[in-house]
């Protein structure tokens, strides 16, 4: 859902214990709260995409999500 | 005083149980269920003295810490801790452990964390002292780097890294550079907005010093690995930056291709007292579970010897081997950053000073940073997990601190010591 507001990249944690198999429906979930462009990393029970600021606090609400924050930004040292 | 009993001086072992965060009471009553009588720390608040066996209880349960001491019946702690552990209520449990007062003899790591705290509440105290060290060694750069003969990579060396998969995730690598004609050598591209080559020539230099070839062109040696399978992820984009989507994905896909070391030379600033990231403990953890080690560099934001920054993210998760930089002389250069946030330590050192490595369109140049300390410590990653298929994830970390020779600076600042290859 791209609302067309004011955007920002977030980096979505899953707590690995709500197990493997809940984690397309917490995608789901994420996607139905407001989370575009998503980009799942089932692996390490990831999830990258953006979302619109108002969106931010219903994301974290989310059973099963540990943590939301915003997309640290990585340069060559 | 009254004079100890046997019993309370030398009480048996039992097993540590460490609760889930907020599973802790459920955790009680299901011990409490099985049959133990657990006496809870806060029952001995008030007290002045907390008997060592908490008045004959079979549970010892530390409150504030989520912590029980089981010290009775094994076997039937066993059935209880199964459900428990299944159910996420227990997280872990080990044998519990005796301590003791260590003599001179005991730890050198003791005494060196010891040295460190003492000559850090006297630098607060009275300003930091210039730092000592060697001086400068002369080395002879006619056939080996500097770096390569620092951590012990010369003719000597029987270990290639042949059949190792090793990931450099940069600003990509430039495949035509003639030191690397018939390597193996895959590529992807990570990052938004750029093209699949190194237009920076950051991340070939990179590849240079971890898998770069025994017998270079117009060089002396300077890469480690050098019979290793490169895996040259571009998660920096073209204009030098890269962000958490583009790391992890690197990683997923390195992780997934089987490669046994992950390097990153990339990293972000981290304030003072911050925390980091559960992300990338948890990434971290995932990887050295899946048998794969990732190093990454501390970071460049230091000016010794006034200022000594912390380490950078992602480095600073405790499952990510952070790696500092020493200079010629071996000492810490001025820019590495240290172990100043606490329980974000410095891991390993290497050279990261007039590093020489390949760099695009054909050629080699000299760099410096922390960025060039990590890959010779990926590098060497790959020798050991050559040598050894056991040298994985949990394994290949505790190799690698092992083999590391002590230096003379802190271990804030250079970790175990400086990076040996085997």
């Given amino acids: 859902m791209d609302t067309g507001a004011a955007q920002t990249e977030v980096t979505v944690r899953i707590d690995p214990r709500s197990g493997a198999e809940r984690f397309d429906a917490i995608v789901a979930d994420l996607r139905a709260a407001g989370l575009c462009d998503i980009e799942p990393r089932p692996r390490f029970f990831i999830v990258s995409g953006r979302v619109g600021y108002q969106d931010l606090s219903p994301l974290s609400r989310i059973e099963g999500v540990a943590s939301v924050r915003a997309t640290e930004v990585f340069k060559p040292l | 005083m009254a004079i100890p009993t046997p019993a309370e001086t030398r009480p048996s072992l039992g097993t540590v149980l460490r609760f889930t965060p907020g599973a802790a009471r459920s955790g009680v009553q299901r011990l409490q269920g099985g049959g133990f009588r657990v006496a809870s720390s806060s029952d001995f608040r008030a007290a002045s003295r907390v008997p060592s066996d908490f008045g004959g209880a079979d549970v010892q349960f530390f409150e504030r810490f989520g912590i029980a001491i089981v010290r009775r019946d094994p076997d039937r702690l066993a059935s209880v801790l199964q459900s428990a552990v299944a159910d996420h209520v227990v997280s872990a449990s080990r044998p519990e452990l005796r301590y003791r007062a260590l003599d001179t003899l005991a730890s050198r790591d003791y005494l060196r964390g010891y040295r460190d705290g003492v000559v850090e509440l006297v630098d607060r105290l009275t300003g930091p002292a210039p730092e000592s060290g060697p001086r400068a060694q002369a080395w002879d750069e006619t056939r080996l780097t500097w770096g390569l003969q620092a951590i012990g990579v010369g003719p000597g060396t029987t270990a290639t890294g042949a059949g190792v998969r090793v990931a450099v995730l940069d600003t990509g690598f430039d495949s035509t550079h003639r030191d690397f004609a018939g390597r193996a050598v895959t590529r992807k591209l990570f990052a938004s907005h750029s093209s699949p080559d190194d237009v920076d020539g950051h991340g070939t230099h990179c590849v240079g010093t971890a898998c770069g070839p025994r017998s270079p062109a117009g060089a002396p040696r300077y890469g480690v690995a050098c019979e290793s399978e490169i895996y040259a992820g571009k998660v920096l984009g073209d204009n030098g930056e890269g962000t958490d989507r583009s790391v992890i994905a690197g990683m997923e896909w390195a992780l997934d291709a089987g490669c046994a070391v992950i390097s990153m030379s990339l990293g972000a600033d981290v ?32 000016a010794r010897p006034g200022r000594i920054a912390p380490v950078n993210s992602p480095a600073n998760a405790s499952t990510i081997m952070a790696v500092a930089a020493v200079d ?25 000073v007039d590093v020489l490595s390949s760099w695009i369109g054909g050629g080699h140049r000299r760099l410096q940073g922390t960025s060039m300390a990590t890959p010779h410590v990926a590098g060497v990653a790959a020798l050991l997990a050559q040598l050894d298929a056991s040298h994985r994830g949990w394994t290949l970390w505790a190799r690698l601190t092992q083999l590391a020779r002590s230096l003379e600076a802190r271990s804030r600042d250079v970790g175990r010591g400086l990076l040996q290859a085997p």
């Fill in chain 2, 328 to 352: 010629r002389a071996l000492a810490p250069a001025e820019f590495s950053c240290g172990g100043v946030n606490p329980g974000q330590d410095v891991d390993i050192a290497a050279p990261g």
């Fill in chain 2, 271 to 302: 304030p003072l007292g911050a925390r980091p990231s559960e992300d990338y403990e948890q990434i971290g953890r995932i990887c050295l579970d899946a048998g794969c080690l990732v190093v990454a560099a501390a970071g460049n934001a230091s």
